[in-house]
């Protein structure tokens, strides 16, 4: 092996927030969905043992007490992210014909994975799950406290609608996680990479 | 209260519905829990309920505190028009809509206690005479879905004022003619929105919604606004509630 200097592929930061993320995530989902089958929007409810916390008080302490674990991540996330540069680095250049063009090979399964770099569809993807993620602690905030934070609900429109974009935003953190994980299901070496961090595994003979 | 006298319509005593729900509650948190151990953590130790509990009553006491600081007393819900009102309004208890209790109206007395300087039993006609305002404010439920309703009553702070009560003491609590019983901070009592009502949609109260006076505090989630009130009181110490006391949280502004 050629004595190259391995860099993390994946910050302490980065994997640091991503576990707390998926716990958080987890917690939130499953008592948000406890929460909704008290007074569901749609035809459905969520299956019993999907759900956190028993009833629907249970279900709220837990969605209120994780809520700050995942506020607390999400903001450090954030500002570690645009400070340091990650997030331009990782995420950008990003234009609406690359994403195609990677959507295309990809659904012909033509897109070679890169360890190195995020493809367009990844790059929109994180993008799009961090906009999720923005919008759910908004709408959240909006639902939580409508009457204080009466200026959010406006631009919600409404107490009700809030509920809907909190219920559309969650659904598209949930379907990103599904993707995720049949992603990593696919590349199954991306995972050691999000816990220890990784380095070039690459043919690494070029510095 | 008016009722003491009359045979219960609900089939459970007080103190084994009590019993019984929080039994329920609390297998329900342990399952819930032992469930959302194996699903999120299975490797750690969720599986002790008191434990989780104690932490999950601790988070909801530390929101209490941060709901409190968000409170502003100035700051008003949205208010409607007519034509925005839900009609039908939702009926909305911890029992089913025939157990709402009969009250002797004619004898019906509102009972003051606590840290207040007058403590004589109010009539609905003396009631009635204090100063009224009106509101068409959404009334939103802990379980998510809101109504829009018409109310119209006392503001709470004139009735403090009324009975000469300690407006710097911590709480004002409520007991119903229902077994139900609730509780909210000064601030809140405060509030210029604040009301006991006596009407609703124009009219005198009627059961499903409250009758004879009911609170509507419109800064606050739909389980504190106590129906059938029989009692109010002045308090240092936090009188709960019935739901508070089983774990939905006790501040609960919105």
Redesign the interface.
């Known amino acids: 092996m050629p004595a190259v200097r391995r860099r993390a592929f994946h910050a302490l930061p980065v994997r640091v927030c991503h576990w707390i993320n998926v716990l958080a995530m987890v917690g939130m989902v499953m008592s948000g969905w406890g929460i909704y089958n008290a007074s569901p929007l749609f035809n459905f409810t969520f299956p019993l043992p999907l759900t956190l916390g028993g009833w629907l008080g249970g279900n709220i302490a837990w969605h209120l007490a994780v809520m700050w674990a995942l506020a607390a991540n999400g903001l450090f996330y954030l500002i570690w992210g645009v400070v340091s540069g990650h997030f331009r680095q990782r995420f950008f250049p990003l234009s609406p014909r690359a994403v195609g063009r990677d959507l295309g090979l990809a659904l012909r399964f033509r897109l070679p994975h890169q360890l190195t770099e995020y493809n367009a569809v990844q790059k929109a993807m994180y993008l799009g799950v961090l906009l999720c993620g923005v919008l759910l602690v908004l709408s959240g905030l909006s639902i939580w406290k409508p009457v204080q934070f009466s200026g959010l609900v406006a631009l919600f429109g409404g107490f009700d609608f809030a509920r809907y974009v909190h219920f559309f935003a969650m659904s598209g953190v949930v379907a990103f996680v599904v993707i995720h994980v049949v992603m990593v299901l696919l590349v199954p070496k991306t995972l050691p990479r999000m816990i220890i961090g990784g380095g070039g595994e690459e043919p690494s003979n070029e510095r | 209260m008016s009722d003491k006298n009359k045979p219960s319509k609900i089939i459970l005593e007080p103190d084994q519905r009590k019993q019984l729900v929080n039994l ?2 609390r ?7 032992t ?2 151990a194996v ?3 299975s490797g750690c130790n969720l599986q002790d309920g008191d434990e989780v509990d104690r ?3 601790a ?2 006491h530390w ?1 209490d505190r941060v ?1 409190a600081w ?3 007393k100035d ?4 208010t409607y028009r007519e034509d925005q009102i839900t009609r039908p309004f939702r009926f909305n208890a911890f029992y089913p809509e025939y157990n709402v209790p009969d009250i002797d109206i004619p004898n019906y007395r509102l009972e003051v206690s606590g840290k207040v300087d007058k403590k004589a039993p109010w009539t609905l006609e003396q009631l009635q005479r204090l100063p009224q305002a009106g509101q068409i404010t ?1 009334l ?7 109504a829009i309703g018409q109310w119209r009553g006392i503001p709470l702070k004139t009735f403090l004022q009324h009975i000469g009560a300690d407006l710097t003491a911590k709480y004002v609590g409520f007991k119903c003619d229902d077994r139900y019983y609730s509780s909210i901070d000064m601030a809140t009592a405060l509030h210029p929105q604040t009301i006991l009502a006596l009407e609703f949609d124009h009219k005198p109260l009627p059961p499903d919604f409250g009758y004879p006076l009911r609170l509507r505090v ?2 606050k989630l739909g389980f504190k606004n106590a129906k059938h009130i029989a009692a109010l009181f002045v308090t240092d110490q936090n009188p709960g509630g019935y ?1 508070e006391d ?4 006790d501040f609960s ?2």
């Open positions: 329920e509650r297998f329900l948190l342990r399952g819930g829990l469930l959302g699903a999120m953590l932490v999950l009553w988070m909801s929101n709901q968000l409170f502003r700051k008003l819900a949205q959404r939103i439920c802990i379980e998510g879905w809101s419109p800064t739901w089983q774990g939905y949280n502004g919105i």
